[in-house]
Nanobody
């Protein structure tokens, strides 16, 4: 089992920045690929970014690419999502997720085994 707890969400004006954190406990964090997803009201959950176990490989969805940066610190069992130049369209609940079965980064939510409870990000215009 892996427990994931997100933090860092909040209310920010358009153009601002936030850094989300996801702290993991339980099984060895460094074994897991970590991903960030988001879900806006009335919409399906969508992939944002993923990072492999070492941090040497990252994968971004098209929309946030260039504005968001995923990173991890295995010594702290934490994965981060730095979000810059935020837009109202980025408003959503952001979730971190973990998986350890695949040898490649995936944007499919069904491939992730463990999920956090989510943190709300609201971007005002």
């Amino acid at each position: 089992q892996v427990q994931l707890v997100e933090s860092g969400g909040g209310l920010v004006q358009a153009g601002g920045s936030l850094r989300l954190s996801c702290a993991a406990s339980g099984r060895t964090f460094s074994r897991f690929t970590m991903g960030w997803f988001r879900q806006a009201p009335g919409k399906e959950r969508e992939f944002v970014a993923a990072i492999n176990w070492s941090g040497g490989s990252v994968y971004y969805a098209g929309s946030p690419k260039g504005r968001f940066t995923i990173s991890r610190d295995n010594a702290k069992n934490t994965v981060y999502l730095q979000m810059n130049s935020l837009k109202p369209g980025d408003t959503a609940v952001y979730y971190c997720a973990a998986e350890s079965s695949l040898s490649y980064l995936t944007d499919e939510a069904s491939n992730y085994d463990y999920w956090g409870q989510g943190t709300q990000v609201t971007v005002s215009s």
